[in-house]
């Protein structure tokens, strides 16, 4: 799949693409120009992901990102704890696909919290060694700042993810 136009748009002028992002999320969490603005953007991130388009996922990430990595799924497959910048996230997400391939991601919940953007989603894959179909159903918590993610939790599971977040986002 190629580029949509807003990515090549965001590609081209990512500082304005980046004030876009902000404004966006200045709004309340009930506004809907901004659940157009996470769907889209979340969306985005995970099909550029998909098809291995690290710009495009990399223009949403700030350069002082930090990724937690939680839960012993990722501990067995011998992933560190915390990731920090362009750089750490390159690290995992080449970690990520030496595990797995024909990756393909289902987002199946988004909690927008004014503290920030919660999200349920299930990675369908193939195991690189093995060939055998994976489904892991994992919680992101992604929080904003200057138009981009500056840190992010990324839970092997759910059930992890919901419990740390709390009870009202099954």
């Given at each position: 799949m190629?580029?949509h136009?807003?990515?090549?748009?965001?590609?081209?002028?990512?500082?304005?693409?980046?004030?876009?992002?902000?404004?966006?999320?200045?709004l309340?969490a009930?506004?809907?120009?901004?659940?157009?603005?996470?769907?889209?953007?979340?969306?985005r991130?995970?099909?550029?992901?998909?098809?291995?388009?690290?710009?495009?996922?990399?223009?949403l990430?700030?350069?002082?990102?930090?990724?937690?990595?939680?839960g012993?799924?990722?501990?067995?497959?011998?992933?560190?704890?915390?990731y920090h910048?362009?750089?750490?996230?390159?690290?995992?997400i080449?970690l990520?696909?030496?595990?797995?391939?024909?990756?393909?991601?289902?987002?199946?919940?988004l909690?927008?919290?004014?503290?920030?953007l919660i999200?349920?989603v299930?990675?369908?894959?193939r195991?690189?060694?093995s060939?055998a179909?994976?489904?892991?159903?994992a919680?992101?918590?992604?929080?904003?700042?200057?138009g981009?993610v500056v840190?992010q939790?990324?839970?092997?599971?759910?059930?992890?993810?919901?419990?740390?977040?709390?009870p009202?986002?099954?």
């Open positions: 190629e580029r136009l807003d990515e090549r748009f965001a590609l081209r002028v990512p500082k304005l693409s980046r004030w876009l992002f902000k404004l966006a999320f200045l309340t009930d506004s809907p120009v901004r659940r157009r603005v996470v769907k889209r953007l979340t969306t991130g995970f099909e550029a992901l998909a098809r291995e388009d690290d710009a495009v996922v990399l223009l990430i700030d350069a002082d990102y930090e990724l937690h990595v939680i012993e799924g990722f501990r067995a497959l011998g992933f560190a704890e915390r910048g362009h750089e750490g996230w390159c690290e995992f080449g990520w696909r030496s595990q797995w391939t024909e990756v393909r991601y289902a987002i199946e919940l909690i927008d919290r004014s503290d920030g999200g349920r299930t990675a369908i894959a195991g690189a060694s060939g179909e994976v489904r892991q159903t919680g992101y918590v992604w929080h904003f700042d200057r981009a840190s939790d990324f839970y092997w599971d759910w059930s992890e993810c919901a419990a740390a977040v709390g009202d986002n099954d």
